[in-house]
């Protein structure tokens, strides 16, 4: 397909570029961009009769395409909470144009079969790129380290035992040495798992009136800490998943001011939902890391905006309802957020927190940067990655509508306010809204 996009707001952090101009897409690239672009030679009209589509996005933002490097596409072996064609469904649906999938799956994905399985599905749906992540250990036991070698092959980008903290310092470190030597990434979920034993809340006020068996803040912060001494000894980078604490937040913030190669992730519902919501037993609140006070809330927005914590990921994590229609200390943890994500994001943007700008930063390029990833560019000659965001498109969140079959989300029946109404892989329309396009 070749596509005209005109008349958008095109912002571009990877190239300071924020201004209302046209875009040309050819053969899945961006072919050029300026202001008042004329078809090329022989094409006219809205359907041109050599392939040429014109859109008129006027009022509209053209971004690089937001790419999620936290989620669960759970196939295979767990086809009933979400499949591979139905996660990609939802993240094209979300304004995501590539997904970084965790490994958690049946069989885990710690070796070249699961890998290659994965992307097999992928390219068949072509909905999304999606990256493998594959485990840190062998079926995420923490025992003995994957073949990395093996799954850098197949096509893996990066490596995590994601839900399952490593308990042993001495593999982490081996881990650290070993994926840096194959050009993969190590992610890591930091929790001490003596403290957050049988916890399914955070430790507070709620927790105690609940009688939630609840972990406390520190539980993440210890292998914050670790993660953080273990890359400075190396001199080798780590990633910090969904952070939620004030204290991993100041732990990072210290460690980037010294210099330690240390990146990390948040999530929007530990910048939107605090601990108090627990006290309504709704299983949907039911996450991990769990929902943090007040004060971790505003500590998770100030690393947003001083550049702490530089990506937001949705950490969609799709169950069935069986999974979540039971009491709540037996519940799956997890919302379903590819959908939810860039709405819940542009909070932020209207909370003065960050710019716009920053917020794409956040959403695609440093993504992109992080797992070192194609994308996160309209640059001439990039992959024609697209996502364009209405700002003011008013929506309402009906579970039974998600393109998710996972429908666990804490903000059914909420109006948002923006949306995706177009993404675009690879020149490709993977999803559009409204007729107005």
């Known amino acids: 397909m070749k596509l005209l996009l005109r008349g958008a707001r095109v912002i571009d952090p990877s190239q300071g570029l924020d201004e209302v101009l046209d875009i040309l897409i050819d053969e899945g690239k961006i072919a050029s961009f300026g202001k008042a672009l004329s ?56 304004g995501f144009t590539a997904v970084a999938c965790m490994p958690n799956t049946r069989p885990v994905n710690d070796n070249a079969t699961v890998t290659e399985f994965i992307l097999k599905k992928a390219r068949a749906c072509a909905l999304a790129r999606v990256y493998p992540v594959a485990a840190i250990s062998a079926a995420s036991e923490g025992n003995i380290l994957a073949e990395y070698g093996d799954l850098a092959e197949a096509g893996a980008v990066a490596v995590s035992d994601d839900g399952k903290p490593v308990k042993s310092s001495a593999l982490m470190r081996d881990a650290l040495e070993y994926a840096a030597s194959f050009g993969l990434k190590v992610i890591s979920h930091c ?87 627990i006290r309504t037993f709704d299983t949907n609140y039911r996450v991990n890391p769990p929902l943090r006070g007040e004060g971790d809330l505003a500590a998770v927005k100030d690393g947003l905006r001083d550049g702490t914590i530089e990506v937001i990921a949705s950490d969609h994590a799709p169950h069935g309802i069986t999974d979540k229609e039971v009491e709540f200390q037996l519940a799956a943890s997890g ?53 364009v965001i209405d700002l003011n498109r008013r929506w309402v969140v009906e579970p039974d509508r998600l393109f998710t079959k996972g429908k666990n989300t804490p903000f059914g029946r909420r109006e948002m306010k923006g949306k995706a109404v177009l993404t675009i892989l690879e020149g490709r329309i993977t999803y559009q809204m409204g007729s107005n396009l």
């Open 39 to 94: 078809l090329p030679s022989g094409a006219a009209g809205k359907e041109a009769g050599d392939g040429w589509q014109v859109l008129d996005l006027a009022g509209l933002i053209v971004a690089p395409g937001l790419i999620d490097i936290h989620t669960h596409l759970r196939e295979p072996g767990f086809e009933y909470k979400e499949t591979i064609a139905s996660g990609t469904a939802a993240a094209a649906a979300g």
């Open 191 to 277: 929790e001490d798992p003596y403290l957050s034993r049988g916890a399914v809340v955070n430790e507070g006020f709620a927790a105690a009136e609940t009688g939630l068996a609840a972990a406390p803040s520190i539980a993440e912060d210890l292998l914050v800490a670790r993660e953080i001494i273990l890359s400075e000894y190396t001199k080798l980078p780590v990633h910090i998943a969904h952070v939620s604490t004030a204290g991993s937040v100041r732990l990072i913030r210290e460690a980037k001011s010294r210099g330690v190669p240390v990146s990390a992730e948040t999530a929007p519902h530990y910048f939107t939902l605090t601990d108090d919501l």
């Open 335 to 387: 919302i379903s957020g590819l959908e939810t994500s860039l709405a819940l994001s542009l909070r932020l943007v209207e909370e003065g927190i960050i710019s716009l700008s920053e917020l794409i930063n956040k959403m695609s390029v440093n993504p992109a940067r992080i797992l070192n990833l194609p994308g996160g560019t309209l640059k001439i000659g990039a992959p024609a990655d697209v996502t």
